[in-house]
């Protein structure tokens, strides 16, 4: 069963930036889709970015050429550099995965079962 554990969060001034991290265990290989959601209270959870199975990345359009993720598959670490944050990326981030979806569907997943698994969340908050 693939376990996920987040870190990085933290408080960050407008214009800074945070490195969020996921540690992946209990998968034992490379064929995996993995990437960020956040979520604000009382609205859905959205789609950040990932990187898919076949190494293929996407991002939302709302992140596109701030954030960036990466993978380091020595360390079954995933990552996401977020530059230039704005108060309105104040979220908790979630590190999920899945076995089967490709990019464009893991994006736009609505409903948590949807994946394969999840991490608990790692709260950023940027302020103005």
């Known amino acids: 069963q693939v376990q996920l554990v987040e870190s990085g969060g933290g408080s960050v001034q407008a214009g800074g930036s945070l490195r969020l991290s996921c540690v992946v265990s209990?998968?034992?290989?490379?064929?995996?889709?993995m990437g960020w959601f956040r979520q604000v209270l009382g609205k859905e959870r959205e789609g950040v970015a990932v990187i898919d199975r076949d190494d293929k990345i996407e991002y939302a359009d709302s992140v596109k050429g701030r954030f960036t993720i990466s993978k380091d598959s020595a360390k079954n670490t995933l990552y996401l550099q977020m530059n230039s944050l704005k108060p309105e990326d104040t979220a908790r981030y979630f590190c999920a995965a899945d076995l089967s979806l490709t990019s464009w569907y893991f994006l736009r997943v609505t409903k948590m079962n949807s994946l394969d698994a999840w991490g608990q969340g790692t709260l950023v908050t940027v302020s103005s």
């Open positions: 209990g998968y034992i290989g490379s064929r995996l889709s």
